[in-house]
């Protein structure tokens, strides 16, 4: 069995796992007050061309967006997010166990839009409703799919006209940013938010997701706010050197555009054996439409999530590759699609 | 100028207040732990025909809602309710702020049907996502619909097969329960939900809401909940007494009645007239849709909620009685709306 | 039975009920915003001499500090209190239930002093320990006693000094400023704190607490605070029409001093009887230390709270007059006492 | 330098790495769920003599702490702890922002005892306060003392007939497992504890802690919590893996062991110079109590924490030795306490 089902399957890439090996009997100091963070810190601060940012090293996605959510709303403030956003469906209600509301806008194709932000706005008038004051997006997205330049100007545009503050899930960021289908940098996006974070649980590490944190009023105290919900790592430092080594010789990139790399070879099979899809995805999630008797043959050898079903006979699967998909597995599953296509074909 | 803008512009009916007038100066035990707290308990216990409910009476909606749902569900389980649920549009994010999701199903008429409480339950199918617990209703709902005694049984059966508690918002329950359209009881409604509350703020007390618990699990240690909320009032007699008045020679439902029978005057003019409804309501709450320039002429006389835009000439208004309603106000509104529905009509 | 037990037995004075009659048919709007309250609120700016303070008027006490505090705080800030101060210990966990820890400090006659507060923050030194943000103080305090204006000035100046945030509970704030050993104003106490309320229910209404907000920085937005912790009442000129009468005419100080004149007297009494007090109050709440067998046989005709054992023979009990406590029935108490001094003294 | 700062300074053992790195590149299910998690339950459930516990592995103890308190614990209740206990002190209010208050008790040596306890339940007796409802203690405590078994007995039986669920922050239960004043099993706790967890993160693993449930009540939905709070790994077999190493072929003792030997060695060199400690540790964290000139110069080439200041010209510090404690690190620290010990002594 080859297994398609998500990103995080595998451990680390040897580079990493190997700077872990060679600093584990070296004394550190504790709770990411160590060299290693400060490193990695300064890498990023370096890639991201903001040398004032403050960068935090958090263990996993669900924390990371609890943290940065619950430190920049008051008591009664909500987070506007797309109705398919991590945060309203897939967190088992974490942010609104920090006391906040998630406004959960219906979006196309998983992303946000001065519009759907604006309409937020428009129906949370009074202190009757709770107060929008956040901005969530995810990028990539949910359903695969990025935002670009533009998209995240304008949607910048109207947090800062407004007032609120915009955070970005870069959970699978590595994949949007070595996307063909994307121009935009790291530097962008640490101009144009005032938070996000850097995945690197999905993309080589053993898991840490860098939290990047722009805006000054975000700033103060937030190892506060990370040991309080309980994120301080005691040996930090293992978070610090899995991104010394993300940022050291571009492997951050390089990784990614080799989940890409192995999810645009699936794509092309897909297309070509003349299956749609429900999103139109360029990154490593893909969102084929089989047939049923497809899928049931399909997960004889490979495994992936069911996504959703779309009549009485199709459904939607999804289809995850990362930076430790191999080309064999891929060549399988591209055989074994071919192979079987004509037979359940409608 | 006369106010349709809510159930809450009078005080208290006299019948009330010349009650809070006779004992106001004997000394009372605090904390609802008086003697007419005790025979209100004992008058609704009687008139649900359910002695072994617990009974306790509070001051308002919100923070009868907050504490009912907080009490019921452990912190990663979710409560179901309609779109429009008042707990999800205008408490601010009270549940949320106890640290519960809001689960919001875009519902006809503002009802929730098994359906759709179903639907519910099939997306939240493990740990990755909140856990639905409990049903919210209201009756009436927040567009002046109100359930059937079939519609009522329906949801009650599908809440006991998936063991989901239901609780019914019963801030206008006098008015659903004395409307032309009701075919239920007090008592059907104890015997068909974990949980409800009869509102006393909408009809004729200055304030309180009476909380009626059936499902045992809910019972124990309530009290703490209410004082940990700032839910407990000193001079909880206040409470008690109001309860004791409306649950006295019928006063609750002739209250209800009297302004349903308002209601009902303003809705036959208004068809008569030949403008439509947003949605049926046989209750205190109406909504009927007017062209701008007839809103802006009645709003020279009387005061009402604007609801929604329709279209670019045409808006919904929300025109709400209550025990005090005068006929004089209703027949002032009447006459303007037939002095004025030729010139604005379409 | 007379009772002694607190300070909330009877109803409210009866011009407030007569103004609470004469209003109750008037249309008012909802929510605080109609002109009674406005009307309260200017009479209070006018009595502290603060123009621009923020005034909201709420139903209790366990409410507005829950309200206060949580609207002040950052998520990992905690509260500073003396160790039997009424939110560490009488409201249920109401604090924490907002997310924030109190931090009790063991204190002489129910204050904190400038070096209790330095003591909080000296053993509060980084990110894995809460942040001290604010501190909580009763006058009078919980034991009785009250703060003379020395004593505020050197707490509000490290407060200031140290960036803490003071607010003051005024459940008894009448009492305070009514007592012989009293040297604060209201205009005082609103330019020494950052936050205050003047209790109500316990001095002549049927319920009511006008929270002061000073800081500038807590003023933004408290209305939603008020929402989501459901405090908004619907007829919330009941609360407007409270405070005007108390603040008319003196009516507010007038009780004060009734209750505090009845206490002196049984105060006289139990001092004349040779007994000695827990705590030295000038104020409605006394808490002198009696034989248990005299403890009995005054609990035949009066009721009153036990407040601790003091040795295998001596307890100490709470006596609490008010503004309704009689003349008659303090000379009752008195007679009793005396009567049986001589038999049950050691 | 070298370091007796904590007992997190340096990464795993070997064998643990190893087995992390031959895993590395094989698929595994996510979120725990993976075959390695399975086999390191299997391995606690055997060495805890309980087949039906339920094990759930989690990365740290902040995390832990505040996973299993607030998922035994309704809104209302709270849990006893001693005063000097870590979710008391060092945990940045991490209890309280689930909503729960932390009863602090003052005990000696950081050790609860019925007496305790019971003192707790007095003093909390109605709805107007917290209702204690946990009992954490610590196994080492905060000042590195251990409870016997006879201790743990009584605390178990308390708690048993007042309803109390008990609970064991086992941070460093390995230290405390294989001290020679030690005469409990892990067994022994399974049997005597509603729940508790062994440290992995300060006895050899990188990071995790095992939290072994006992309680039926506390077994359901536990996943949920887990995901809900931020703690479910995406990677969870690296925590699985960890364990099975960890028990297996006795490395968990074996670690331990040789932390406590290394501490013993430091204790008996300190006792030998002539100098007090300010608790009775047998375990790996020691408080000696050092003229502050001896600490200075210690300090010139050993880093520890200051503890306290005792006296004038004294403090209490703290050592702490782990299982990657050397020797040679022992060694050179006793021979520069004794080169010093003479010329700072009194």
Redesign the interface.
């Known amino acids: 069995m080859?297994?398609f089902?998500?990103d995080?399957?595998?451990?680390?890439h040897?580079r990493i796992?190997q700077a872990?090996?060679e600093?584990?009997?070296?004394?550190?100091?504790?709770y990411s007050l160590d060299a290693h963070t400060s490193r990695a810190v300064q890498l990023i601060r370096e890639e991201i061309r903001c040398p004032q940012a403050d960068v935090h090293i958090t263990?996993?996605?669900?924390?990371?967006?609890?943290?940065v959510i619950?430190?920049a709303l008051?008591?009664?403030q909500?987070v506007i997010s797309a109705a398919t956003g991590h945060i309203n469906?897939?967190?088992?209600?974490?942010i609104?166990?920090?006391?906040?509301?998630?406004l959960?806008m219906e979006a196309t194709d998983g992303k946000l839009t001065p519009a759907l932000i604006q309409k937020a706005l428009d129906i949370h008038t009074d202190?009757?409703?709770?107060?929008p004051k956040m901005v969530y997006i995810s990028n990539t997205t949910e359903v695969g799919t990025q935002y670009t330049k533009a998209e995240l100007e304008a949607v910048s545009r109207i947090c800062r006209q407004k007032g609120l503050c915009l955070f970005m899930d870069g959970a699978r960021l590595g994949s949007a940013l070595t996307s063909p289908a994307n121009d935009l940098t790291l530097a962008d996006i640490a101009s144009l938010t005032d938070a996000f974070y850097i995945g690197g649980?999905?993309n080589g590490a053993?898991?840490g997701e860098a939290v990047v944190i722009l805006r000054e009023e975000l700033k103060p105290?937030f190892?506060?706010?990370?040991?309080?919900?309980?994120?301080?790592?005691?040996?930090g430092w293992?978070l610090g050197i899995q991104f010394e080594e993300l940022f050291q010789n571009n492997l951050f990139y390089d990784l990614a555009s080799h989940a890409n790399a192995m999810a645009q070879n699936l794509r092309d099979a897909i297309t070509a054996c003349g299956f749609p899809f429900a999103s139109d995805s360029q990154t490593n999630q893909l969102f084929p439409i089989f047939p049923d008797e497809l899928i049931r043959e399909l997960g004889k050898d490979f495994t992936f999530e069911m996504n959703s079903r779309v009549d009485d006979t199709h459904s939607c699967i999804r289809l995850v590759t990362s930076w430790?998909t191999t080309e064999e597995g891929v060549s399988q599953f591209v055989q074994a699609l071919r192979r079987n296509a004509q037979l359940y074909k409608d």
């Open positions: 080859y297994s089902t998500n995080y399957s595998e451990g680390a040897p796992l872990m090996m600093a584990n009997l070296t004394q550190n100091t504790g263990v996993g996605g669900t924390q990371t967006n609890l943290l619950s430190a008051r008591p009664y909500a469906v897939h967190e088992t209600g974490a609104e166990a920090t006391g906040h509301k998630v959960a202190e009757h409703m709770v107060q649980t999905k053993l898991f105290d190892r506060f706010m990370i040991k309080q919900r309980g994120a301080m790592m005691a040996k293992l430790a």
